[in-house]
């Protein structure tokens, strides 16, 4: 029997080779062929064996990629991915399937990428010695082209079309897509630009404009088979984007790249080198990334090395992705103008020859060091004071065009809060782990020191100590507590947060779950949310809503920093949102930004699919609303209160008995005998973000609470009758940006279907929401909720 397994297992691993390895000398691959993501697959080859299609795996990473490189050299050159570059698992695959193209799926069969969705028949496919794999028809026409879609790169004899693109990737190891943009645009110009990525809108005030326009235009982007980029015109001349006489001669591969960094660079290699060598540089556009503004994040500080960006969040920021260099710095103290402020409780952190241009809400000339210091310090908006030229300017965050330059005598002077000892953020929230981390220091640091023999023996006791030590903590719980929640946040007494919040006297909010309290642990403001009491049946509840709590990781939730589950007590512990709820924000005096609205928009939507999607064990929110979503130091939206529905007792609903949520953002299905799904949230967001469109509330009582406009009523009206300008207050910045207005407000309108069913996924919000799909005209919204 075993023989007969063996012989089994043997003839399919043949068998999958062959299928795998269907390509031909001329590089051709046939329909059915598919390739495996596993370390040193056989990828499929151009004739000359220049060029490959298959699976890498980027530096540092245990993930694949699916990509073409260039074959023949060591570091294997990536020029093509797929959009977004997504990562796959060991064991995913890509296949060649007639009619649908290239089809990428993980180890589970489930699709994450494919090249076309077409109906057309496919004869083979094509790695061609240029580096473009062409998918060809039956009638040798081509269905779909690598070229038609480049990720970073333009290789020669590829064209870029008006409405054409190159988007960088975040890193050089990291191939999400990035900050940067190079675009063709429709009236024919060339330029680099950024991308707000929350929202997905191209910001078309170029930092860097070929400058080729005067009186034809643009037709196509040239990258010739000599290696020379150029623009033609549509009146046939053309404009030399290659210097003349620049590209070397010989035998050279070239590429022109956006990188990662926001610089256009073309670059060559020898191909008939023996030797490692680096990629030289015939070219590049602007040649001073810092001075554009646009090298770094918010926050950021870039410097110039070489022609290239270098990018420091100075001392008191962190970033906000550790892995994206060039991203926003979030700082670790907030100026706010809370009750108690005193100008004694700061002091300055001095940086040479930084500033943040742009970033200033005053200024005052003539000045000295001392009184711009003095300045800044009582006043409670002032993060930042730049000295320079006997002018002080003073800024508040988030700090944009960030630069250091050595050459410019200026002085940057950052706030912090004293009694830290250093300037803020340096020590953890928690320090229990990190006085376990430098115990088990300070005991390797001794076994190091000692004989082999001792060693033996105090590895022996020490191993012996900890395995009872271990089991001495399975079975200890705090006094009066239940059992431990089987989470890794750190545990917390009701004592120990009683003293952290000053006996909760600072009332941050109150809510259907309990009321939010300000604290500090370890110098770091934190919200502790004091839960009403949770019912008996409830407390086995708690541990996994809890558990469940703490297994998520976005940038939209806000995170849960501990806990405590002590006798009757049960608190979570929140990052504090400096902020505060977007209900503040958007029901203020002032009318926020439309921009910041519609950022603010996108990335609730990313936090609510995340929810529904991505989470292992799928949450419900049950109560999205403004009060609901925090707004961090930069205002991006924080989803609170998630997975905590179910702790809510059904009698201290704040709105009919039975029902969790919010007067004015219930779902229908909420008043009827039906299952509740992730439907009622999105029916929540689509309120929510008709509210954000017109900064209005969802229902408004008037006359004793006889009369009630609600506001899903109002919008149909309004986008049926076309009076937009009336929906959202003659808001102009929103009217300027008409179709997005639009865009937004039908979307809003799908989301508040009264059938369940015809409600879009959140998903499928962002797409409709970034344009990445269209969005098809909404029937009417049921009227039914102007009954509750």
């Not at 390739?35 to 004739?47: E, I």
């Not at 109906?119 to 496919?125: F, T, V």
């Not at 015939?282 to 990334?289: A, Q």
């Not at 919200?527 to 019912?535: I, P, S």
Request: some cysteine; aromatic content about 10%; charged content about 25%.
């Amino acid at each position: 029997m075993a023989a007969e397994i063996s012989l089994l297992l043997c003839f399919l691993t043949i068998f999958v080779h062959c299928v795998a390895a269907q390509q031909t000398n001329n590089g051709s691959v046939s329909v059915g062929a598919l390739l495996t993501a596993v370390p040193d697959a056989k990828p499929w080859l151009s004739p000359s064996g220049e060029f490959a299609l298959g699976f890498q795996q980027p530096q540092g990473n245990d993930s694949f990629l699916l990509s073409i490189w260039y074959d023949k050299i060591p570091d294997k050159t990536i020029i093509w991915y797929p959009k977004d570059g997504p990562l796959v698992p060991r064991g995913s695959k890509v296949e060649l399937i007639n009619r649908r193209g290239l089809v990428l799926s993980d180890p589970q069969g489930r699709e994450i990428w494919t090249s076309a969705s077409n109906s057309d028949d496919i004869a083979y496919g094509l790695m061609n010695d240029t580096g473009n794999f062409v998918l060809v028809a039956s009638d040798s026409s081509r269905i779909w082209e690598s070229f038609g879609y480049p990720a970073d790169t333009m290789l020669p004899t590829q064209i870029l079309m008006k409405g054409g693109e190159l988007e960088s990737k975040k890193s050089r190891t990291n191939f999400s897509v990035g900050r940067f943009q190079l675009r063709l645009r429709p009236q024919g110009d060339l330029i680099l630009h950024t991308v707000d990525r929350f929202i997905g809108d191209s910001n078309d005030d170029s930092y860097y404009n070929f400058g080729f326009i005067d009186d034809d235009s643009g037709e196509r982007v040239i990258f010739n088979a000599t290696g020379y980029l150029y623009i033609l015109r549509t009146d046939g001349t053309r404009f030399d984007l290659t210097p003349r006489n620049a590209v070397p001669s010989g035998n050279y591969y070239h590429r022109a790249t956006l990188d990662s960094d926001g610089v256009f660079t073309q670059y060559y290699y020898p191909k008939d080198s023996t030797n490692d060598t680096d990629w030289k540089v015939v070219w590049l556009v602007p040649t001073d990334i810092c001075e554009t503004g646009k090298g770094c994040g918010l926050n950021n500080v870039c410097s110039l090395d070489d022609n290239r960006s270098t990018c420091e969040c100075p001392q008191g920021f962190s970033l906000v992705d550790p892995n994206y260099s060039h991203g926003d710095c979030e700082p670790k103290f907030v100026p706010s103008c809370e009750a108690g402020f005193s100008e004694e409780q700061f002091d300055f952190t001095e940086l040479n020859n930084i500033d943040w241009p742009n970033s200033d809400y005053a200024s005052t000339k003539p000045s000295n060091e001392e009184n711009c210091k003095s300045s800044c310090l009582k006043d409670c908006f002032c993060a930042v004071a730049i000295y320079r030229d006997s002018q002080c300017w003073k800024k508040r965050l988030p700090l944009s065009n960030g630069r250091k330059d050595p050459s410019r005598v200026v002085k940057a002077f950052l706030k912090f809060r004293k009694g830290t000892g250093h300037p803020p953020g340096i020590s953890p929230v928690f320090p229990r782990e990190s006085k376990s981390r430098r115990s088990l220091i300070i005991i390797g640091k001794a076994l190091l020191s000692t004989s082999v023999f001792v060693n033996a023996v105090l590895i022996a006791v020490f191993c012996f100590g900890f395995f009872q030590i271990c089991k001495l903590k399975s079975r200890t719980t705090y006094p009066g507590s239940s059992k431990a929640v089987e989470t890794t946040l750190p545990r917390f007494t009701y004592q120990e947060l009683v003293i952290a919040t000053d006996g909760f006297k600072d009332v941050l909010g109150k809510g259907a779950f309990g009321v939010v309290y300000k604290g500090v642990i370890e110098t770091k403001p934190v919200a502790v949310k004091k839960l009403d009491t949770v019912e008996q049946h409830a407390q086995k509840e708690f541990k996994i809503e809890v558990n469940s709590i703490a297994r998520t990781h976005h940038k939209n939730l806000v995170q849960i920093l501990g806990y405590c589950d002590d006798g009757d007590q049960r608190l979570l512990i929140y990052e504090y949102m400096s902020n505060g709820t977007l209900a503040f924000y958007l029901f203020g005096d002032v009318r926020p930004c439309w921009k910041q609205r519609s950022s603010i928009v996108v990335g609730i939507a990313r936090g609510l699919s995340y929810l529904h999607e991505e989470c292992s064990a799928q949450i419900i929110h049950c109560d999205i609303k403004p009060q609901n979503i925090l707004l961090d130091d930069c205002y991006n939206p924080k989803i609170a209160d998630f997975g905590l529905a179910k702790l809510l007792k059904i009698n201290e609903s704040r709105t009919h008995t039975g029902i969790r949520g919010t007067k004015g953002y219930l779902a229908p299905e909420w008043f009827r005998n039906t299952p509740v799904t992730v439907n009622v949230d999105v029916y929540s967001f689509g309120v929510l973000l008709l509210q954000i469109i017109s900064c209005r509330k969802s229902v408004v009582f008037e006359n004793d609470n006889e009369d009630m406009e609600v506001l899903t009523d109002l919008a149909w009206d309004c986008y049926h009758e076309g009076r937009l300008d009336e929906f959202v207050k003659n808001d102009l910045e929103a009217l300027n940006d008409y179709k997005k207005l639009v865009t937004f407000l039908m979307v809003g309108l799908w989301c508040v279907q009264e059938d369940p069913s015809s409600r879009p996924a959140m998903r499928k919000v962002i797409q409709m929401l970034e344009g990445e799909v269209g969005v098809n005209e909404p029937p009417c919204p049921s009227p039914f909720s102007v009954t509750y």
